[in-house]
């Protein structure tokens, strides 16, 4: 039985290895076992996953996922390889074809892939002050997130768009600091990276790329002039590049939204066909309510409410079912969040001037989403790509919160 899943039980190990190449994480012992305790809680619900049952979720898009790449790593004839689903089966056929034809060891991928992605996160976190205990503290949170925790290790290919956002904005910030164009482009090729799981997070990554080569240049310390000048001439060379990788990049079946858009005549109407297709489906979690397209107020009305849902729903009060109860929570967690960054903001806390960057980054990946989602579960699986950055911007509250108290006990 074990050689059955020796590929596994060597990706597994692998995992746990990881962590020890970086003398930072591997010489301080609560570090590491703060990355043991994600890293176990992630194989945890990969392991019930594969060998007790199918975790809620877990059995649709998820088996289609491992049972197409299955197919063809029996086979042997390679999936097509293109932007949406294709790239990630990809990935699954190369696994399987590697380390052994069997779900344990996609979703051992997928775990090694968010290992990957804590180091980022720590390297984030670096940037933007969070240290010592903090850092610690963070990756528990991060690692034990519902969203993640539950849709990371499956075999999702959630987990390598986290990995391509995550890598593009620690690119970013060391572009930043260190005032490195060869940084810049890193962080590009990470949110391209991202962009190749999903055509509309394609589109987006070209938006984010924008979003960091604007804050390059003005952080880059030249006179306004050559700032105004850069800005502009990249702004162009992006928007070109961008437009003609979406518009001609393969994209897999479900995945075309560029055809979607040419056979709907708008995007309005693209948005509004597309929400019905999910919406035919009647799933139980459904926001309950449809956006009207007639006008672009409606439209726009429509759109922020579902935002709204995506998210800070479902409530407490809303729950029906036991199953409701985590997504839930996560939702709370959001608002509490959010009601934080508020209050620091209206109390002018002082906080990493670095911060402003991430914030729109989180904005922009989550309103993005939220346009297409329609319900909780989807909600809940999706939000497992940003919510670790609520993480930060709370370890961040509680930090300039402690030292706005230390000054005033100090003047004191």
């Known amino acids: 039985m074990l050689l059955e899943y020796k590929g596994a039980i060597f ?19 609560y570090r590491l076992a703060a990355f043991y305790t994600a890293i176990t809680a992630l194989h945890s619900v990969s392991l019930f996953n594969y060998f007790v049952f199918t975790l809620s979720g877990a059995g649709m898009d998820a088996s289609t996922f491992h049972r197409q790449a299955l197919n063809a790593a029996i086979s042997g004839v390679p999936p097509v390889f293109s932007v949406g689903t294709g790239a990630y089966e990809y990935i699954l056929f190369l696994s399987y074809s590697l380390f052994g034809a069997n779900k344990l060891v996609g979703q051992s991928i997928n775990v090694l892939a968010a290992v990957v992605s804590f180091i980022f996160i720590l390297g984030i976190a670096r940037h933007l002050n969070i240290r010592g205990n903090l850092a610690i503290a963070l990756l528990i949170i991060v690692g034990l997130t519902p969203s993640f925790l539950l849709f990371i290790p499956l075999t999702f290919r959630e987990a390598f768009q986290l990995l391509g956002l995550v890598g593009g904005i620690y690119f970013a ?19 391209i990276f991202m962009g190749i799981f999903h055509h509309v997070l394609l589109a987006l990554s070209f938006a984010l790329i924008l979003i960091t080569t604007f804050f390059y240049f003005v952080h880059s310390g030249a006179p306004k002039k050559i700032i105004i000048k850069n800005i502009f001439l990249s702004s162009v060379a992006i928007l070109a590049v961008g437009y003609i990788v979406v518009v001609n990049i393969p994209a897999d079946k479900g995945n075309d939204y560029i055809k979607m858009l040419r056979e709907s005549s708008g995007v309005v109407k693209m948005i509004s066909e597309y929400r019905n297709v999910i919406e035919d489906d009647i799933p139980r979690s459904s926001y309950g309510f449809n956006v009207d397209t007639t006008s672009l107020v409606s439209t726009g009305y429509g759109l922020a409410l579902s935002y709204a849902h995506y998210l800070y729903g479902p409530v407490i009060y809303s729950i029906e079912e036991a199953i409701d109860l985590l997504p839930s929570l996560n939702a709370l967690g959001r608002l509490l969040v959010t009601l934080l960054l508020i209050y620091l903001l209206i109390k002018k806390v002082p906080m990493p001037p670095g911060l402003g960057y991430l914030i729109i980054v989180y904005l922009s990946v989550t309103a993005m989403w939220s346009i297409g989602t329609t319900n909780y579960g989807q909600a809940f699986r999706h939000n497992s790509l ?5 993480a930060v911007v709370l370890l961040i509250g509680i930090q300039g919160l402690i030292n706005s108290k230390n000054r005033s006990t100090t003047r004191t």
């Open 173 to 191: 910030y060391e572009a930043f600091s260190g005032k490195s164009l060869v940084n810049l482009f890193v962080s590009s090729l990470f949110f």
């Open 11 to 29: 990706l597994i190990i692998f995992s746990y290895t990881v962590p020890l190449f970086f003398p930072s994480i591997r010489n301080d012992k």
């Open 386 to 390: 940003t919510d670790w950055i609520l």
